[in-house]
């Protein structure tokens, strides 16, 4: 892929937006860390909080896209991925109880940045997968995405609430990441390029099943007796 090519720009845009669809358990994590801290210092506990948390996220990303290129971990790191995009559709969320406010502007911080490494499993996958083990694009895409959620986390989260299908078009986007990484895997590049019919089809038939599947559990949730659906706001 040549730097700022076409495909590049479609590539960043892909990694952006799948950041920015995975950020609703990060907001959160920032506004509880921050809740009782005063406003003056709120802002500067998000800020130094979030900075933390992207260069760690960076440097995690950086040693996932190293091991994907190990035999056999494109394909891994595809099935996770497919988990991730099932989960973004079936899971039905959790309360963040664990998460404690911050009594003062380090500890508020520290909190931010060790809750966003604990959680941010789904968001090194998912943008290693989708910047094409691509170092550039991976920088640019968390330093784009990770100021959006900081500052626009509440606006994104209330579209998402308003605009259900967002989420579906997220599960999507990671179905055909996930499915496309796994025919990337360098032991089945061969038996896919022989067969781009086959490589088609399983791409449609993984994110078709991850939505479908996605869609019965909510479906199933949202009945009487079901599980309460998750909200992100």
Known sequence: MELFSPAFWLAL???VFIDLILAGDNAIVIGLAARNLHPSVQKRAILYGTGGALLIRIVAT???LWLLKVPWLLLVGG???IWIAYKLLADQGEEHSDIKAGSSLWVAVRTIVIADAAMGLDNVIAVAGAAQQHLVLVILGLLISVPIIVWGSTLFIKLINHFPWIIYLGAIVLGYTASNMITEEHRLVPFFTEHPA???LFI???TGGVVFAGYR???SSNKPGGERQHSYS
């Open 13 to 15: 845009l892909n990694v």
């Open 62 to 64: 950086v040693i996932v």
């Open 79 to 81: 099935l996770l991925l």
């Open 198 to 200: 086959l490589r088609i």
């Open 204 to 206: 449609v038939l993984v």
């Open 217 to 219: 559990k909510r479906a």
